[in-house]
């Protein structure tokens, strides 16, 4: 059975950082992209970006909300991924979803519960 | 950046009956890179549908996905509603980064 579980969520000040882990099983991690999404209370999907399996580079790619102060990394021996938020803005309060995604010919897709990120002073 | 546009915003059924919901995009998506989810208060999203049309493992036939020629007019029908399909349905396209998100249709009980 496929699993992925979010962890790292909390309370953080504006300007601050934060590193959310997902950690993945049931799968060949390495074999696969990871992504991540969030979504704003009360409000849609978002995505907020991918990063390739090694075999196609392990390149990187954000929305342009989150892009420079975002990054994300993968471990594949430990088959964890992350996803390291710098300079932490209110709008960017949202539960934080990982997410095993479609693309690159795979069609599996798989989400973790979510882990809650409140940006506050 | 593919804008997705969803409509209606709200459908109000009964179960039993048929529910229509539509995904427009602002340019074609190619090779029909386009997935549908349903999330419920509190849950993650679940895959529904992917490529348009074809349904993600474990999900009834109850749902079908479709696609004009055009590659920018998406629907996703829902033959015969059950108790479990009252959600928020989104669309998503994974054809080139930034992915973008239909805005959502709520179907709820009317």
């Known amino acids: 059975e496929v699993q992925l579980v979010e962890s790292g969520g909390g309370l953080v000040q504006p300007g601050r950082s934060l590193r959310l882990s997902c950690t993945a099983s049931?799968?060949?991690?390495?074999?696969?992209?990871m992504s991540w999404f969030r979504q704003a209370p009360g409000k849609g999907l978002e995505w907020v970006g991918f990063?390739?399996?090694?075999?196609?580079?392990?390149?990187?790619e954000f929305a342009a909300s989150v892009k420079g102060r975002f990054t994300i990394s993968r471990d594949d021996s430990k088959s964890i991924a992350y996803l390291q938020m710098d300079s932490l803005k209110i709008e960017d309060t949202a539960v934080y979803f990982c997410s095993r995604p479609l693309g690159w010919g795979k069609t599996e897709n798989d989400w973790g519960q979510g882990t809650l990120v409140t940006v506050s002073s | 950046e593919i804008v997705l546009t969803q409509s209606p915003g709200t459908l109000s059924l009964s179960p039993g009956e048929r529910a229509t919901l539509s995904c427009r995009a602002s340019q074609s998506v190619s090779r029909s890179q386009l997935a549908w989810y349903k999330q419920k208060p509190g849950q993650a999203p679940r895959l529904l549908i992917y490529g348009a049309s074809n349904r993600a493992a474990g999900i009834p036939d109850r749902f079908s996905g479709s696609g004009s020629g055009s590659g920018t007019d998406f629907t996703l029908t829902i033959s015969r509603l059950e108790p479990e399909d009252f959600a928020v349905y989104y669309c998503q396209h994974y054809v080139i980064s930034p992915w973008t998100f239909g805005q959502g249709t709520k179907v709820e009980i009317k």
């Open positions: 990063i390739r399996s090694a075999a196609l580079g392990g390149t990187t």
């Open positions: 049931g799968f060949t991690f390495s074999d696969y992209a």
